[in-house]
T-cell receptor
Framework: EAQVTQNPRYLITVTGKKLTVTCSQN?????MSWYRQDPGLGLRQIYY???????DKGDVPEGYKVSRKEKRNFPLILESPSPNQTSLYFC?????????????FGPGTRLTVT | GQQVMQIPQYQHVQEGEDFTTYCNSS?????IQWYKQRPGGHPVFLIQ?????EVKKQKRLTFQFGEAKKNSSLHITATQTTDVGTYFC?????????FGAGTRLAVHP
């Protein structure tokens, strides 16, 4: 089944404790992206990647890192989480060829930083 | 980022009423996609429009792309409680995406 998986789905952590949210897709998509969703602010793009070893900042990259060593994986790293990073995070992937830009979203990771 | 204005932010309708959400851009869009996010869920792709003036239908949903490719709309005829959720428009070329903040639809039986 074509899907984007994220782990963990829920995470409660403390300020400053490094964490990684994993994202994996099984559709051989080139494009992957991370978003955060906050009440009243909608979706905001954190980072995106157009292919392996190619990443770029979205609108809210501060406090986050990403890597794209393999096509299928696009982990989101919070080196020193802070309470303002408490949010719902979505990973998405897209083929982005042949004029199709349909994104497949993962189920989301709800992160609470205390 | 959010360079597409999506209105309204929130709409509350009685079941059976129609609903429309709009996305407006100051620049020409290469394409537009619409997504639906149910409460507690993740955004799910509905449709993509590419051509100027394009109109597509999915049952009670009608999607339009403006002639100038600067705006788009999603119209739901005779809403049902299953239509509840947030509707987003996205647009993008090969790299950074632009998208609307979403319209949250509440349907009361």
């Amino acid at each position: 089944e074509a899907q984007v998986t994220q782990n963990p789905r829920y995470l409660i952590t403390v300020t400053g404790k490094k964490l990684t949210v994993t994202c994996s897709q099984n559709m051989n998509h080139e494009y992957m992206s991370w978003y955060r969703q906050d009440p009243g602010l909608g979706l905001r793009q954190i980072y995106y990647s157009m292919n392996v070893e190619v990443t770029d900042k979205g609108d809210v990259p501060e406090g986050y890192k990403v890597s794209r060593k393999e096509k299928r994986n696009f982990p989101l790293i919070l080196e020193s989480p802070s309470p303002n990073q408490t949010s719902l995070y979505f990973c998405a992937s897209s083929l982005r060829t042949s004029g199709s830009y349909e994104q497949y979203f993962g189920p989301g990771t709800r992160l609470t930083v205390t | 980022g959010q360079q597409v204005m999506q209105i309204p932010q929130y709409q509350h309708v009685q079941e059976g009423e129609d609903f429309t959400t709009y996305c407006n851009s100051s620049t020409t869009l290469s394409n537009i996609q619409w997504y639906k996010q149910r409460p507690g869920g993740h955004p799910v792709f509905l449709i993509q429009l590419v051509k100027s003036g394009e109109v597509k239908k999915q049952k009670r949903l009608t999607f339009q792309f403006g002639e100038a490719k600067k705006n788009s709309s999603l119209h739901i005829t005779a809403t049902q409680t299953t239509d509840v959720g947030t509707y987003f428009c996205f647009s993008g070329g090969y790299n950074k995406l632009i998208f609307g903040a979403g319209t949250r639809l509440a349907v009361h039986p």
